[in-house]
């Protein structure tokens, strides 16, 4: 798949890990009717939002790891190195899973102009490097687990189907950008 493929699977992706009740997921699933998402709406509250013992699962990196903030600032790091700045609305979020998506978006739409670019593979080599730190540190990790206890939790749902196909396809795009000799000019 190339970069500018990977780049709207990306957005895809963020979209539907983000919660719907505050973005609409139908422009990555156009099918879905307003049925569906009113139920979507209420699988997503059971299984990530806040109840009195916390999130079933959480879809923040910091929360999955005890509240370490040193997980969010190294986001925060990595998005402020590549000029990604995320609005009022997201700001107390940073490490959320559809952010981290987002910016991998992001990644890959730099990376599919540098190579359009006159440098072509020389250019896009820092963004390839950048993907792929960032999935093997935030990503790749994290959402095997995510999607292990959503088919747990919540088995045969929507969202036990998302996010193990968003896992695979994250998983697969991180062996991708492990491959010898990617993201390093000859």
Do not use: K, N
């Not at 919660?19 to 998402?37: F, K, N, V, Y």
């Not at 792929?132 to 088919?151: I, N, S, T, Y």
């Not at 939790?153 to 010898?180: C, H, K, M, N, T």
Request: with cysteine; aromatic share 8%; glycine share 4%.
């Amino acid at each position: 798949m190339d970069a500018a493929a990977r780049s709207r699977a990306y957005a895809a992706c963020s979209l539907l890990a983000a919660s719907p009740h505050e973005q609409d997921p139908r422009p990555a699933s156009p099918l879905l009717a307003d049925a569906e998402l009113a139920t979507l709406r209420r699988e997503y509250s059971a299984l990530f939002e806040v109840g009195d013992a916390g999130p079933p699962l959480p879809l923040r990196a910091s929360a999955r790891e005890g509240g370490r903030a040193s997980v969010r600032e190294e986001v925060v790091r990595f998005y402020e190195h590549f000029h990604y700045t995320l609005d009022e609305r997201h700001a107390w979020q940073p490490d959320h899973l559809s952010v981290q998506l987002e910016f991998m978006q992001l990644l890959c739409a730099r990376e599919a102009q540098a190579l359009a670019s006159d440098d072509g593979a020389e250019a896009a080599a820092p963004w390839q490097r950048a993907q792929a730190d960032f999935v093997q540190r935030h990503l790749a990790p994290w959402l095997p687990e995510l999607a292990a206890g959503v088919a747990r939790i919540s088995p045969g749902s929507a969202y036990a189907e998302v996010f193990a196909a968003l896992s695979d396809f994250v998983l697969e795009d991180a062996a991708r950008l492990q491959a010898p000799g990617f993201g390093r000019c000859l």
